[in-house]
């Protein structure tokens, strides 16, 4: 009997390519563009594994078209690509990639905090342009870090990787998270369990740590800009429909917050239009977990729960275990 047949949508890493080799008959999509939805319809028809980037679709339509389809793999810790119910309905395990990308997710997300209160990437046009006159007295003023209000909406481990760093800021760390953690975690973490609206009236920096979901689909709208405070920046390494982008650009016009720092955007790679011009606004381009070493072991991950099944183990981070038994 033949090997089993893996569909993988981006060639990976060299140390994942080996984990995939060895288990599999693998076809890679090498092309610079993303798998058109067609192709990636018709490669999966015979493949008894999958294993994708967070711009592909596991939904009703592909599962369909993929009649022998064991496992579906995600090289992301987000899983809103994936209809989980529906894998389960057809009893494809779905994995993620959870643990391993927390501390560098955390990083950037402070990296854009920093960057948004201190006016860094203003700071670097300026200079970049020629027409810096030197030092005054008023120029690019920001917001202060140290010592201000750290409001952090999800306190999974990415949410708990920022209240880390903010100890060495001496900041207040407000926290709002579906179930309270324990009180030595509050502790040692020195957070403070509020409501959500406590958090937006009280925070100098709202941090959004949540997963994609119905509820938190624009968390943050009209409503929650209104009772920031105008001094205060939002960041967003989360989601991109978390928040509302519309009511973002509106509310920045109108002063109701400082600044934003975006990660994540509602329709990936399109930004809302009146982002793009604004100097309060720092943009990147869904580079949470962008460094070598993290995305290498997501891409490792991703390949150790694609052959797990097929080696007679339990695909480590499944996410509808049922699946498979008991
Ligand atoms: C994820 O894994 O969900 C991030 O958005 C990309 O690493």
Same mark, same amino acid.
Request: net charge neutral; hydrophobic share 45%.
């Given at each position: 009997?033949?090997?089993?047949?893996?569909?993988?949508?981006?060639?990976?890493?060299?140390? $994942?390519?080996?984990?995939?080799?060895? *288990?599999?008959? +693998?076809? &890679?999509?090498? #092309?610079?563009?993303?798998? %058109?939805?067609? @192709?990636?319809?018709?490669?999966?028809?015979?493949?008894?594994?999958?294993?994708?980037?967070?711009?592909?679709?596991?939904?009703?339509?592909?599962?369909?078209?993929?009649?022998?389809?064991?496992?579906?793999?995600?090289?992301?810790?987000?899983?809103?690509?994936?209809?989980?119910?529906?894998?389960?309905?057809?009893?494809?395990?779905?994995?993620?990639?959870?643990?391993?990308?927390?501390?560098?997710?955390?990083?950037?997300?402070?990296?854009?905090?920093?960057?948004?209160?201190?006016?860094?990437?203003?700071?670097?046009?300026?200079?970049?342009?020629?027409?810096?006159?030197?030092?005054?007295?008023?120029?690019?003023?920001?917001?202060?870090?140290?010592?201000?209000?750290?409001?952090?909406?999800?306190?999974?481990?990415?949410?708990?990787?920022? $209240?880390?760093?903010?100890?060495?800021? *001496?900041?207040? +760390?407000? &926290?709002?998270? #579906?179930?309270?953690?324990? %009180?030595?975690? @509050?502790?040692?973490?020195?957070?403070?369990?509020?409501?959500?609206?406590?958090?937006?009236?009280?925070?100098?920096?709202?941090?959004?740590?949540?997963?994609?979901?119905?509820?938190?689909?624009?968390?943050?709208?009209?409503?929650?800009?209104?009772?920031?405070?105008?001094?205060?920046?939002?960041?967003?390494?989360?989601?991109?429909?978390?928040?509302?982008?519309?009511?973002?650009?509106?509310?920045?016009?109108?002063?109701?917050?400082?600044?934003?720092?975006?990660?994540?955007?509602?329709?990936?790679?399109?930004?809302?239009?009146?982002?793009?011009?604004?100097?309060?606004?720092?943009?990147?381009?869904?580079?949470?977990?962008?460094?070598?070493?993290?995305?290498?072991?997501?891409?490792?991950?991703?390949?150790?729960?694609?052959?797990?099944?097929?080696?007679?183990?339990?695909?480590?981070?499944?996410?509808?275990?049922?699946?498979?038994?008991?």
């Amino acid at each position: 009997m033949g090997k089993p047949k893996v569909l993988v949508t981006r060639p990976l890493f060299p140390a $994942a390519r080996a984990i995939l080799e060895k *288990q599999f008959d +693998v076809e &890679y999509w090498t #092309r610079p563009e993303r798998i %058109p939805r067609a @192709e990636l319809l018709a490669r999966v028809a015979d493949k008894d594994a999958l294993v994708v980037l967070l711009t592909e679709k596991v939904d009703e339509e592909l599962l369909a078209a993929a009649p022998k389809l064991r496992v579906a793999s995600t090289v992301s810790v987000g899983f809103d690509n994936i209809n989980v119910p529906a894998c389960t309905r057809c009893k494809v395990v779905a994995t993620n990639t959870p643990g391993v990308l927390d501390d560098t997710t955390a990083d950037l997300a402070w990296a854009l905090l920093m960057a948004i209160a201190r006016r860094i990437v203003e700071g670097d046009a300026w200079v970049r342009t020629g027409n810096w006159p030197g030092w005054d007295i008023d120029q690019l003023l920001g917001g202060d870090v140290y010592g201000k209000t750290l409001g952090l909406i999800g306190f999974g481990r990415i949410g708990r990787a920022m $209240a880390l760093r903010s100890r060495g800021f *001496q900041m207040r +760390v407000l &926290y709002q998270n #579906r179930t309270r953690v324990s %009180p030595e975690i @509050e502790r040692e973490l020195g957070a403070e369990f509020v409501d959500l609206d406590q958090l937006i009236r009280e925070s100098d920096f709202i941090s959004l740590h949540v997963p994609l979901s119905a509820e938190t689909r624009h968390l943050l709208s009209k409503d929650a800009f209104s009772k920031m405070k105008p001094t205060a920046y939002l960041v967003n390494t989360a989601r991109g429909p978390v928040v509302d982008e519309a009511a973002l650009a509106e509310a920045l016009e109108q002063k109701k917050l400082a600044g934003a720092a975006l990660d994540v955007y509602e329709q990936e790679p399109k930004v809302h239009p009146a982002l793009l011009s604004r100097r309060d606004v720092i943009l990147v381009p869904h580079i949470g977990s962008a460094t070598i070493d993290t995305r290498s072991k997501m891409a490792v991950m991703a390949a150790n729960n694609a052959v797990a099944l097929f080696d007679g183990r339990r695909p480590p981070n499944a996410l509808n275990p049922e699946v498979l038994g008991s």
